[in-house]
């Protein structure tokens, strides 16, 4: 069976020829092999590139052969790769058939063979192959130079995650080569003695300039770089759309860059037309629509590199995909407060096709009115119930009317309608402040919104008028932006009504009433407790007929100037809450109720206080000790002002520190403070008590306190204790006693001092006085009543004596000395009394001596000088002196002659004080008969006596016995 | 000398790069010298000098992006290939003995060819790396390479205005030849490396030289 097979096979190659001809296919007889097989080296894509020719066929031959293909590598027995190649076959055609190596050629000697078989349907199996060919070489290695170190592929383009093989050629055979991908040590297969091998696996792009692979011996490195694309994208979002129905524009999204040298193309292919486009951008390209009306298109887009191909398809509407461009000139026309015009253009579309153009109203970015208009050229919309004074913006879009499938892009303009008259009242409120009775009264009036000044407000009219007089109005105009003003008013009842006014015209009116006389204050004031959204308040309505209410308050903390506030409320609310973004935790706030009767009449009635939130007391009162006693002392804080605190004092807590482990006094508590001291703590809980007194304490013993208030939120700051030291018991005793001790002996001291001269007279005069004498009473009362003091008329004067002291003093003249008629009525005169008996007239031999005369004022001026003797000058005399007269007259005789017989400053006269015994007052006096004192002797103290009184009155009527007078400008000595 | 110095702004004019942005900077090398009035040898030596400076100033820089962008083994630490060598470039060879012995004109004229011959060789690198990655997305690499260059065209073009003032002759500018070492992308990497390593080892000796030259015409 086998051999008729063989038999019928050859049979039918040996009349192929004939049978050929027949069929005008085969013209010549067989056998076909391969020949002129040539082996080329494309290094670039590392590819044996085989070129074949087929003889003996026909010329009209054409017959489908398969060739077996062998390639080897190094040796030709080493046969590396078979495979077959099928194709169809025609006389003297060239046959070209490439084969990519993996392993870089260059690094190998390559060698090719094959053979061929008929694959015909038309000849009839069992088929032959034909003889190999003979080996054909490929030495890649012959165009080297004769570098040590060659590495191979150079520059190839690789795609990210495949494998590469690289490979070495050492020529001097080192061993000692390490080849790196980049920085990492690669090891790779000995192919031959000098070819080394490496895989690399799964290769990673790290950047544009290539990845490194270089293997260094003892030389110079070698290497090669290695261009990795990434894997490239299938394009997505792949869309195409029409703006004027003339031009298609197809987009898609290429994805991420290759990074290689070899961008990717992109090509657009319309299967209808079988048209396509090599597109100029890697994200776009344009496709111009034919005039045939085409509607549907069915575009392929392919991306391509040296790798891989990808592509998508779309099956595109042309009129399903109209995107109309932007329309133009939008423009405001016929603006008034509340409507305006717009009109625009839009670009034709087509063959004038309609559009329909959405016109939108934004108002402060929003969106707020929406028109869709359908439009073929020009588009016109009149916008409606605007708001005055308004800036608004007006923008168009516009679509394809036919079928809407994409919105143009929008274009937009500005504009402001015109002003119209405010179109509400101004909020008003009022304070009024009776000043002398009068009220005095600053409205308030809050700025109208924006959506109700309908323009900018120039000023506000104030129209006062006066109820009880109603020809009296009062008109006043308020420049904007002010918020407030004041008026006097008497003490009638007025209506003030308030009007905002813009450019256009004036809002309607708002009216408080005010009445001439002071309202009910005295409302019991409630407290409040704030929470987050405000301060919660209700309130009991007094009237029925009430037609709101109006709470009012400050926002500033009490210490601050009032910026007050208020709020309107309707007739039926009985509550509120007060919320503002001015409240601050930790200030107390005042509310005020008002109840506005239906004659605009505000009536107090209740008032509020209250924290938002209370806090601790910020600071603690300045503590004052007093009243201390060894028991006890007093702590005082009264100029601690509880309102202005950030929360309602609750009351004071004392805190003590004693001894270590002293018991805590009664009402006191142990409490542990934040240093961990141990002390005792007094609750006060009267806010109103300022005082406090701490009782039962030791004498001699330390004690620190210190009082904090607390709200309901805590107490106030930690601060430092004082010290206080009680005193010892006794020392109270000490001073109760020892005080007034000292007291009395400083009296008594004084007292004294002050009746030293009284005293000295009393108990040691100088010149003992025998009227006061003591001894006199004593004498008077024990022995004899009769014995009295010797009288002055009993005293007879002897004389007055001169003494003449030749070698004393002599006196001078200064020139400067008062006139003698100035002194005329204190002559002075000292003279000796010598007693006379012719005139002696007392009653017995007693001497009197009184002296009148001593003069305090010339002693008190001081004149203790020499000083001339005038004319005028008295003179002293000897002579009886019976009477003060000749008692003168004798002294300015003896006086005149003693100085006409003695030079000046010889003479003088001498005082013989009446203490001094006359032998022993002056020795160079002549012996006179001198007193006797043992008899009866009299002595009158000298006195001083004013100036005028120097002389002693004629009237007088004193014994005088002698006189002394003595003029103030002369001096004894 | 007249005709030396018409050579000199020859070489400019015909530079094979014609970027608009480039000129502007060359122009900014040139010193006022060609349209004003002439000014001092130790002027220009001064102008010289400083030029030298800054590029020396610029050029570690240079190095250190260049090699950031080649990858490793250039960008590893301590990378040198101080065997590889480009018999194009201006010698580095030559003891320092003998440079040192040699005269100021002789200085010159060495240091003149060299700056030409960079700039040259410079031009090649800026090739070097548009082949490598031709979207020029490393723009850095070329901005750098391009700047050293164009201040290695001017300070060869200041030395020869110095050696014209000293009526030193001027040597020819060669063109510069076929470039052996860059048949491959690594291979021009390399060559880019040991360029700028020449262009640094010159730029120094510049300075140094012409820092020495300064001292000399400023006494």
Known sequence: MALFAVLQTTFLLAFLPLRTYQSEVLSEPLPLTPESLSVSINSAKQCLHLQWTVHNLDYHQELKMVFEIQISRFKASDVIWT??????????QVLHWSWESELPLECAIHFVRMRTMVDDARIPVPRFWSNWSSWEKADAQNSLGDHPLYVFPKDKLVEEGSDVTTCYISRNHQDNISCYLEDVLTFGKQLDQSVWAFKLKNISFLRKTGTNFYCQGQGVPEGVVLFVSKVLEEPKNFSCETRDLKTLTCTWDPGDDTGLIQLPSYTLFESFSRKKTLCKHRNRCDWQVTQDSQEMYNFTLVAENYFRKRSVCILFNLIHGVHP??????????????????TWKVHSIGNNSALLCQLQLLGEGKVIQQHNISVRVNGEYLLSELEPDTEYMARVRCAYADHFWKWSELISQNFTTAEAAPSEAPDVWRDVMFVSGYPMVTLFWKPLSKVHTHGKILFYNVVVENLDEPSSLEVLSVPAPANSTKVTLNQSSYQIHVTAHNSVGPSPASTVAISGHPGNENVEEGRINGTEDGFPMSWKPQSRNATGYVVEWCDGPQNLPCVLQWKNLGPTTTGTVISSGAFRPGVRYNFRIYEISTKRMAHLLEKKTGYLEELAPSYNPQVVPNNLTSHSFTLSWKDYPTESQTGFIQGYYVYLKSKAGEKCHRGFEKTVLPDNSVCCKYTIDNPDQKT???????????????????????????????????????????????????????????????????????????????????VLSLIKSKENPHITIMNVNDCVPDAIEVVNKPEGSKIQFTGTRKSPTETKGTKPAYLDLLPTEKNYSGPGPCICFENFTYNQAASDLGYCGHFPVTSQAPHCQLGP??????????????????????????????????????????????????????????????????????????????????TTLLDPGEHYH | MSESAGEVRDLVLTSDFFLPAPFCLLTLLLPPLSLGAPISTAESITQAYNLALNMQLQTSALLQTYVKHQGSPFSDPGFSIPELSLITLPSTDMPFEIWHGLEDGEHLSLTQQAFWSFSQHLLLAVRDQNDINPLNDNSIVLDQLEEARLKAKGLAIKLARIMNTLGLPIPPANPLGTVPFGDSAFHKKCRGCVIIRDYSFWTDRAVTFLGELKAKYSE
């Open chain 1, 692 to 774: 406090f007194v701490m009782k039962d304490l030791q004498p001699e013993s330390v004690y620190e306190f210190f009082v904090t208030p607390y709200t309901s939120a805590g107490e106030g700051p930690m601060d430092d204790f004082r010290k206080v030291t009680t005193p010892d018991e006794y020392s109270h005793i000490l001073i109760h006693i020892i005080l007034p001790m000292i007291f009395c002996v400083l009296v008594i001291m004084i007292a004294c001092y002050l009746k030293s001269q009284w005293l000295k007279d009393k108990c040691y005069p100088d010149i003992p006085d025998p009227y006061k004498s003591s």
């Open chain 1, 881 to 962: 002196l019976t009477s003060p007269e000749n008692l003168l007259k004798t002294l300015e005789q003896n006086y005149m002659n003693s100085l006409g017989e003695i030079p000046a400053g010889e003479a003088n006269l001498n005082y013989v004080s009446q203490l001094a015994s006359p032998t022993s007052g002056d020795k160079e006096s002549p012996p006179t008969n001198p007193p006797e004192p043992a008899l009866c002797s009299e002595y009158k103290m000298q006195m001083a006596i004013p100036l005028g009184l120097a002389s002693p009155p004629p009237s007088e009527n004193s014994s005088l016995s002698s």
């Open chain 1, 325 to 342: 461009v932007a329309p133009y000139n939008l423009f405001p026309k016929n603006v008034s407060a509340t409507n305006a015009t717009m």
């Open chain 1, 83 to 92: 495979g077959n190649y099928s194709t169809t076959v025609t006389q003297n």
